[in-house]
């Protein structure tokens, strides 16, 4: 079994700094995609900061030079450091890794159970 397990929300300032962290861990084989999506209430979840093993990343234009997206791939770790935050990004965020395990062929996705994120005015 595979489980993520998100830390690192609460409640900030605007323009104020947070950094989300979200390790995998269990019968772990490879991860591939690991990234970031929130969910605002009333709204569609989002993809918020997308990173591939390779290394490569991927922003929505909403985050673009504020969020930073990282892993550390020996320790199965994704984070998201987040400057400038903004009301708008008040959100829950959620950690989704594409992940094989050990003794399959496929990848399936996982999904973290949230940390929620509060930017106040």
């Known amino acids: 079994q595979v489980s993520l397990v998100e830390s690192g929300g609460g409640l900030v300032q605007t323009g104020g700094s947070l950094r989300l962290s979200c390790a995998a861990s269990g019968s772990i084989s490879s991860i591939n995609a690991m990234d970031w999506y929130r969910q605002a209430p009333g709204k569609q979840r989002e993809l918020v900061a997308a990173?591939?093993?390779?290394?490569?990343?991927n922003y929505a234009d909403s985050v673009k030079g504020r969020f930073t997206i990282s892993r550390d791939n020996a320790k199965n770790t994704v984070y998201l450091q987040m400057n400038s935050l903004k009301p708008e990004d008040t959100a829950v965020y959620y950690c989704?890794?594409?992940?094989?395990?050990?003794?399959?062929?496929?990848?399936?996705?996982?999904w973290g159970q949230g940390t929620q994120v509060t930017v106040s005015s």
């Open positions: 989704n890794a594409a992940i094989r395990t050990w003794g399959s062929s496929y990848v399936y996705n996982y």
């Open positions: 990173s591939t093993s390779g290394g490569s990343t």
